[in-house]
């Protein structure tokens, strides 16, 4: 009877080990790019607004989400997303986009997420865009401190 009992905390030892193991701890990048859904601020294509109807990036317009699995939604597109770098680059991947996109993130903060990168336009002649997109936080969460009275 006693060896079922050490086989028995045994087991649970072991599952109790695995069940509170602490998961991986996730950057404060990484916490700030997944906790928000994204709304794009301006969407420039050589310094020209590209966002409106016919626009070169008409399609990204809208709310990006990047959700921690590494999948996410930008504008109408859906895909995966990754950093590289040190998470001072990051890469969105779609279907639809006919290839990976590589931006370089020259902010991101609570309040702020700015990426650039340049589009082949025309490979024959060479010709690429200078893409930035620029996003704010769909909802913006207040603080209010009430004063004693």
Do not use: H
């Not at 050589?46 to 709310?63: I, N, W």
């Not at 989400?65 to 779609?94: A, H």
């Amino acid at each position: 009877m006693k060896k079922y009992n050490i086989i028995y905390l045994v087991l649970v030892s072991v599952i109790l080990i695995f069940a509170c193991t602490k998961e991986e701890e996730k950057s404060e990048r990484f916490k700030i790019l997944t906790g928000q859904v994204w709304r794009t601020d301006s969407l420039l294509a050589d310094g020209q607004d590209a966002s409106g109807p016919g626009g070169f990036l008409e399609k990204m317009a809208g709310d990006a989400e990047f959700l921690p699995d590494g999948t996410g939604y930008f504008g109408q597109y859906t895909g995966s997303w990754y950093f590289m770098d040190n998470e001072t680059k990051i890469t969105i991947s779609s279907p639809s986009l006919g290839g990976p996109l590589d931006l370089n993130i020259l902010e991101l903060t609570r309040q702020s997420f700015k990426i650039t990168t340049r589009w082949l336009v025309d490979e024959t002649q060479g010709i690429y865009f200078t893409i930035r997109m620029t996003f704010k936080p769909k909802y913006m969460y207040l603080c209010v401190v009430a004063s004693p009275s």
